[in-house]
């Protein structure tokens, strides 16, 4: 079966601007999380979405943002880029709670110019 | 709280030599999984293995083997006759409960290179 995709693959974007990226979770897996990895800080939890809701976030300010919707696809936005967001992030689906293990996607390169 | 620490930043072995990356955690939960992903250049984190707490059995997947230690709060993996294509950064994960949900935490990883 298909993994997780996610799209776009690499993204530059200008200081201010948003950003809009997408998750498609393995086909009957309904939680969805999302992770930003940069090299001085790791991977770092930014939200988990089950059945359209979300279940549990991490310390990011309000300008990260997600969503989930009726097919398990998920979004997640950044408003007000700045220099510091950019980074590899990270989607990963599983079918119920955490325990059962993540399958990650490729991740979306954001740059932040 | 839960912790994963990593201790070992970045190890450099020569091809066929045997390699142990260390894991160690911190959970108050009595009912966790422990994880271990490889993240190659490509950026994808691979899943490798999921091992509950209940289940102390060291376990070989080929070249790789673990071994899970509940008094140490240990979860050690090592690679055995390593290869170019092991050369990787290697994720140690924990999830455990929190707040009634699982909540994954990743270890900050350990770059390994396996040189020709």
């Known amino acids: 079966k298909a993994g997780v995709t996610q799209t776009p693959r690499y993204l530059i974007k200008t200081r201010g601007q948003q950003v809009t990226l997408s998750c498609s979770p393995i086909?009957?897996?309904?939680?969805v999380s999302w992770y930003q990895q940069t090299p001085g800080q790791g991977l770092q939890f930014l939200f988990e979405?089950?059945?359209?809701?979300?279940?549990n976030k991490g310390n990011f300010p309000g300008r990260f943002s997600g969503r989930q919707f009726s097919n398990s696809r998920s979004e997640m936005n950044v408003s007000t880029l700045e220099l510091g967001d950019s980074a590899l992030y990270l989607c990963?689906?599983?079918?119920?709670?955490?325990?059962?293990?993540?399958?990650f996607g490729s991740g979306t390169r954001l740059t932040v110019v | 709280a839960q912790k994963v620490t990593q201790a070992q930043t970045e190890i450099s072995v020569v091809e066929k030599e045997d390699v142990t990356l260390d894991c160690v955690y911190e959970?108050?939960?009595?009912?966790?999984?422990l994880f271990w992903y490889k993240q190659p250049p490509s950026g994808e984190l691979v899943f490798l293995i999921r091992?509950?707490?209940?289940?102390?059995q060291n376990e070989i997947s080929g070249r790789y083997s673990w071994n899970f230690q509940k008094s140490t709060s240990s979860f050690n993996f090592t690679i055995t006759a390593s290869q170019v294509v092991d050369s990787a950064v290697y994720f140690c994960?924990?999830?455990?409960?929190?707040?009634?949900?699982?909540?994954?935490?990743f270890g900050t990883g350990t770059k390994l290179q396996v040189i020709p």
């Open positions: 086909s009957g897996h309904r939680s």
């Open positions: 091992r509950n707490s209940f289940d102390e």
């Open positions: 990963a689906s599983t079918a119920e709670q955490g325990g059962y293990g993540y399958t």
């Open positions: 979405y089950f059945s359209e809701t979300q279940r």
């Open positions: 959970t108050r939960d009595t009912t966790y999984y």
């Open positions: 994960a924990l999830s455990a409960a929190s707040g009634g949900y699982q909540k994954v935490t």
